[in-house]
């Protein structure tokens, strides 16, 4: 409803808190947009040709550390080329293999900086852990294949020679295998990385709001566990106090805008509005600005402390009501579990999660940080998949 502001009062709110240092994608064009991903890409392509020459300089050291532990398990100890140019090429894409691993944290790190500008402050402090972890976690992953998958894959190949039968591979097909199974393993490896950056959901039941009917509490279980099976990492939350007193505030929030809103109404035409809202307005109108003020300070305290819950999770996920929606067109519901959100000003989605006794529907709502309705968006579009495939 339409606000008529009074001297004194607060501003109702002023953005998010973190808007200073939020996502600063929409800052850039499209044509700005390209020229920063082809200076990423120039750094990379650098790094990786740095990191070639470097390795060149050493290519027969790596030679003999990737082929002489697998002597043993060929006859005669040598392997084979028969191609003119196979010996230099196999050379050139280990250099290049190698540099690879020497460039690779000044490559995570250039796709960190082309994504970054489009992340919000608390999802940047997430880059040295994720250039870390990813270069340590893909380094164990390849070192898994160097020292102990690829020698006992050589070793049961060799496992079939017989009496007319030898095994003498060339090189070509052998170094093939070998950065497959590397690159293979060091992507293995990585998923502890990926479970670290994960979805975040935080669950919230509201119990200021009062206990959900059982069908509201199952609908509200059932996606959260069908969440974490899609993936995601789903945990519960504990709301500060100072976000209850702003739902138990909201009342006094909402019956005096309705009354400024509604005043010219209210007076000439009284006995055309509806029953129930003039009822409303009968009830509530003593209300003063000085409530009114007060009311919106605790909504704006509760605001901040709600923008530093989205520090710790992406998304929330929360009870849309108590059970099943109403028969009929009468009322569009018990709204106990939705008005904080309305309150708060963030972007809500309702997702249906089951059908209650009577065919009536129960949903759940995604609940993201203010402004990032295309979030609230992709994860009641994630929920929705992974209520389907459960």
């Not at 929409?26 to 990786?48: G, T």
């Amino acid at each position: 409803m339409a606000l008529v502001p009074f001297p004194g009062t607060p501003t109702p709110y002023d953005g998010d808190p973190d808007d200073d240092e939020s996502s600063g994608a929409d800052k850039m064009s499209f044509l700005e947009h390209l020229d920063e991903l082809r200076k990423r890409l120039i750094v990379c392509v650098s790094a990786l040709a740095i990191g070639f020459v470097v390795c060149w300089a050493y290519v027969e050291r790596l030679v003999d550390f990737i082929f002489v532990p697998l002597r043993a398990t060929i006859k005669g100890g040598k392997f084979q080329y028969i191609e003119p140019g196979e010996g230099f090429m196999m050379r050139m894409k280990l250099a290049a293999l190698a540099g690879l691993f020497l460039a690779l944290p000044i490559i995570l790190w250039q796709i960190w900086r082309f994504v970054a500008p489009g992340l919000y402050s608390n999802e940047k402090r997430f880059a040295i852990p994720f250039v870390f972890l990813s270069t340590v976690f893909f380094t164990l992953g390849a070192a898994f294949s160097h020292y102990i998958a690829f020698p006992w894959t050589m070793q049961f190949f060799a496992s079939y020679e017989s009496d007319y039968m030898v095994f003498i591979p060339t090189i070509s097909p052998v170094f093939a295998m070998y950065v497959k199974m590397m690159l293979a393993m060091g992507l293995v490896f990585e998923m502890p990385t990926a479970v670290f950056f994960l979805a975040r959901i935080g669950v919230v039941t509201q119990d200021f709001a009062d206990a959900p009917e059982a069908a509201g509490a199952e609908a509200l279980q059932m996606a959260a566990k069908a969440a974490e099976r899609a993936g995601a990492s789903v945990r519960t939350l504990a709301l500060p106090e100072i976000i209850a007193e702003a739902w138990r505030i909201h009342p006094v929030i909402q019956e005096f805008e309705a009354h400024q809103a509604l005043a010219w109404e209210y007076r000439e035409n009284y006995d055309a509005l509806a029953p129930n809202l003039r009822g409303r307005l009968d009830e509530s109108k003593g209300g003063t600005a000085a409530e009114y003020d007060a009311a919106m300070g605790v909504a704006s305290r509760a605001r901040q402390a709600l923008a530093k819950i989205f520090d710790d999770v992406d998304v929330i996920l929360t009870l849309s009501a108590p059970g099943a929606a109403p028969k009929g067109l009468g009322s569009t519901g018990d709204a106990r579990y939705n008005r904080l959100w309305t309150l708060m000003g963030v972007p809500c989605v309702n997702v249906p999660t089951l059908v209650a006794e009577g065919g009536l529907p129960v949903g759940v709502t995604v609940i993201a940080r203010y402004g990032a309705d295309a979030q609230a968006l992709a994860a009641a579009r994630f929920v929705e998949k992974a209520l389907a495939g459960r």
